[in-house]
């Protein structure tokens, strides 16, 4: 008898409880508001350009998946289950077709040259990271990131946002490069230095318009930008909407850590103006 109360004390004795973590993974996507963030973009179409667009994507802070498919229905499942909010489909004759959602799940697109797509899917993250305050880390931004003067190590860091350009007037990218490779322009933002940011925008205006738009905005703060923009707009008042957007842009990446230098170009005849 006592040898079977001795067996019984030392035997070894467990307790736990049993998880299934598919059932817990169900049940938290199901909670409302719950939104994956495995990533940002789904690239897919021309495996070398997607690739391509990849790596600088990544390398710029957003996450990025390439996917080997070129169905659109496919893609948008991806993006739903991945939590991305840009879908790119690239083609070999250097189109993309890019996708975005809005706060309703409601997917737009449009037609872009490849070499924009970059410009693009910068431009909506950091829209993205200011207005809804969005996880994507754009530390490393410079979107279209090119020294000024083909071979100049020297110069300033330059970023050219063509967003306000008029897709119907200026659909293709030569006008674009034009910009990039601007002697003129080069020459003049050769005074800066190398650690200066500088934002380019593009604008479809005569170059009479855009130098009374550089006169007229005040970039010493947000309070008087948006002052002297509805001065502006007293000016020219068939342009307020498109004036709105573009200082909404300036605003946003001026009064970033960044505070890059503004420069507006007329792609209507290529006169610029420098805003410091």
């Not at 489909?89 to 309703?104: P, R």
């Not at 950091?126 to 530390?139: F, R």
């Not at 020294?147 to 990218?173: A, H, I, M, W």
Request: aromatic letters at 6%.
């Amino acid at each position: 008898m006592k040898a079977d109360v001795v067996e019984l004390e030392n035997s070894q004795k467990a307790t736990g409880i049993s998880i299934s973590v598919d059932k817990l993974v169900t049940m938290v996507a199901k909670t409302e508001g719950f939104k994956p963030s495995s990533s940002n973009v789904i690239l897919a179409g021309d495996r070398m350009e997607a690739s391509r667009l990849g790596r600088e994507l990544w390398g710029q802070g957003v996450k990025t998946i390439v996917e080997d498919t070129a169905r659109s229905d496919e893609l948008l499942e991806l993006a739903k289950d991945n939590g991305a909010e840009v879908v790119v489909l690239v083609g070999a004759d250097g189109v993309a077709l890019v996708s975005q959602s809005d706060k309703e799940g409601r997917w737009a697109d449009k037609k872009l040259a490849s070499c924009d797509v970059m410009t693009h899917v910068i431009s909506v993250f950091k829209k993205l990271s200011v207005s809804e305050g969005s996880e994507v880390s754009l530390g490393k931004q410079e979107s279209v990131q090119d020294k000024t003067g083909c071979g100049n190590t020297s110069g300033p860091l330059v970023n050219f946002n063509f967003e306000f350009l008029d897709r119907e007037k200026y659909s293709q990218s030569k006008k674009r490069m034009e910009v990039r490779k601007s002697e003129k322009l080069a020459s003049a933002l050769g005074k800066f230095d190398s650690h200066v940011q500088v934002e380019v925008i593009g604008v479809g205006y005569p170059g009479v318009i855009v130098k009374n738009m550089a006169a007229s905005l005040d970039l010493d703060d947000e309070e008087k930008l948006q002052a002297s923009l509805e001065e502006l707009i007293k000016l020219y008042p068939r342009y307020r909407k498109e004036f709105r957007s573009i200082v909404d842009e300036i605003s946003c990446v001026r009064f970033s850590t960044k505070c890059p230098v503004i420069v507006l170009f007329s792609l209507d005849d290529n006169t610029f103006k420098i805003m410091c």
